[in-house]
Nanobody, 121 residues
Framework: QVQLVESGGGLVQAGGSLRLSCTAS????????MGWFRQALGKEREFVAA????????YYADSVKGRFTVSRDNAKNTVYLEMTNLKPEDTAVYYC??????????????WGQGTQVTVSS
């Protein structure tokens, strides 16, 4: 079992930046590929970004490519999502995920509780 706790969400103006953090506990962090998903009100949950076990490979949704950066610190059991040039359409609950076997799975095994990001225009 892996427990994931997100932090860093909040309210920001369009064009601003936020950094989300997700700290994992319960199992060896480096054994898990990590990811971020988001769900806006009334919409389906969607993939945002993912990072491989060592951090050597990263993947992004087209909608965030060039604006968001995913990274991880295995010594701190933490994955980050640096979000810049935020847009109102980035408003959503952001979820941290972990999976032991796949970086780009649409159904990661473990999910955090989510953190709200609101971008005002």
């Amino acid at each position: 079992q892996v427990q994931l706790v997100e932090s860093g969400g909040g309210l920001v103006q369009a064009g601003g930046s936020l950094r989300l953090s997700c700290t994992a506990s319960g199992r060896t962090f480096r054994n898990y590929a990590m990811g971020w998903f988001r769900q806006a009100l009334g919409k389906e949950r969607e993939f945002v970004a993912a990072i491989s076990w060592t951090g050597g490979s990263t993947y992004y949704a087209d909608s965030v490519k060039g604006r968001f950066t995913v990274s991880r610190d295995n010594a701190k059991n933490t994955v980050y999502l640096e979000m810049t040039n935020l847009k109102p359409e980035d408003t959503a609950v952001y979820y941290c995920t972990a999976d032991p076997t796949s970086v780009r799975t649409v159904a990661p095994r473990y999910w955090g509780q989510g953190t709200q990001v609101t971008v005002s225009s």
